[in-house]
T-cell receptor, first 109, second 113 residues
Framework: GQNIDQPTEMTATEGAIVQINCTYQTSGFNGLFWYQQHAGEAPTFLSYNVLDGLEEKGRFSSFLSRSKGYSYLLLKELQMKDSASYLCAVVDSNYQLIWGAGTKLIIKP | NAGVTQTPKFRILKIGQSMTLQCTQDMNHNYMYWYRQDPGMGLKLIYYSVGAGITDKGEVPNGYNVSRSTTEDFPLRLELAAPSQTSVYFC????????????FGPGTRLTVL
């Protein structure tokens, strides 16, 4: 079967750095997405990785290791508005997105 | 551009009732998707379409039907509502490139009592 694992919930302090991990086992791999979802809202795109390595975009960075079936999302200089769920999704061999359950990130002042 | 729009935003149904969730996109995207999201869970694919006139089942299609008569519209039909269909429903679309992000509508929160 296909499986994506993320921690259910994480807590961090405003101004700090947090790393959200995602491990996956899927039938094929054609890329990995990270989405942000605020409570009661739709998911919005954060990043896409298809090759190994780190992609940096402002305060957010995403890393991929295809050989390990592993990715992480790194959030720096945390702000209260970063409180949200972060969804990891893998594009499988049929080009369908397989979604993780999401990690709820709580930011404390 | 309005992007992806969904109606209604909220709906309460009685068991056995039927309804159609509307989804429209104005980005000329070929690919459209319907997901459901239960509390604390990830997105589950119900149906998807790769273009007008073409639809296919996703992971959880039972109890639902779709049609795609135009590029813009992709309605989702619930024929006999059941409490298990209480969920938040998201419509999404993407362009033709396999690696493009999906753009989501604001969602429809459905409760079946």
């Amino acid at each position: 079967g296909q499986n994506i694992d993320q921690p259910t919930e994480m807590t961090a302090t405003e101004g700090a750095i947090v790393q959200i991990n995602c491990t996956y086992q899927t039938s094929g791999f054609n890329g990995l997405f990270w989405y942000q979802q605020h409570a009661g809202e739709a998911p919005t795109f954060l990043s896409y990785n298809v090759l190994d390595g780190l992609e940096e975009k402002g305060r957010f960075s995403s890393f991929l290791s295809r050989s390990k079936g592993y990715s992480y999302l790194l959030l720096k200089e945390l702000q209260m508005k970063d409180s949200a769920s972060y969804l990891c999704a893998v594009v499988d061999s049929n080009y369908q997105l397989i979604w993780g359950a999401g990690t709820k990130l709580i930011i404390k002042p | 551009n309005a992007g992806v729009t969904q109606t209604p935003k909220f709906r309460i149904l009685k068991i056995g009732q039927s309804m159609t969730l509307q989804c429209t996109q104005d980005m000329n995207h070929n690919y459209m998707y319907w997901y459901r999201q239960d509390p604390g869970m990830g997105l589950k694919l119900i149906y998807y379409s790769v273009g007008a006139g073409i639809t296919d089942k996703g992971e959880v299609p039972n109890g639902y039907n779709v049609s795609r008569s135009t590029t813009e519209d992709f309605p989702l039909r619930l024929e006999l509502a059941a409490p298990s269909q209480t969920s938040v429903y998201f419509c999404a679309s993407r362009g033709g490139d396999s690696y493009n992000e999906q753009f989501f509508g604001p969602g429809t929160r459905l409760t079946v009592l």
